[in-house]
């Protein structure tokens, strides 16, 4: 299946930083929104951040100060730049696409936050 293609994650410690990628096919157009998502281990999937192809952005709480998300419409890629990370940040990170009619995702990055 068409998947979007996330990478940057890794090991950092508590106070680092980390850039996320999620480059998606050349072959998908439309994009309107682009969204960032993360699974920590025995937790369902939580919405992390979103950004519309106008550039308006909208985050969860938890993350709204540290991470920014971003967009470059041209190459279909969007970033999650991720600061001050805290071990409750450690989380397999997924990438989500939306068009008018249908939408994608990657198969995650895994982000892993440890002193």
């Known amino acids: 299946q068409v998947q979007l293609v996330e990478s940057g994650g890794g090991l950092v410690q508590p106070g680092g930083s980390l850039r996320l990628s999620c480059a998606a096919p050349?072959?998908?157009?439309?994009?309107?929104?682009m969204a960032w998502h993360r699974q920590a281990p025995g937790k369902q999937r939580e919405f992390i951040a979103t950004?519309?192809?106008?550039?308006?952005?909208n985050y969860t709480d938890s993350v709204r100060v540290r991470f920014t998300i971003s967009r470059d419409n041209a190459k279909n890629t969007t970033f999650l730049q991720m600061d001050k990370l805290n071990p409750e940040d450690t989380a397999v990170y997924y990438c989500?696409?939306?068009?008018?009619?249908?939408?994608?995702w990657g198969q995650g990055t895994r982000v892993t936050v440890s002193s």
């Open positions: 050349g072959s998908i157009g439309g994009i309107h929104a």
């Open positions: 989500h696409a939306l068009t008018r009619i249908t939408s994608y």
């Open positions: 950004i519309t192809s106008g550039g308006i952005t």
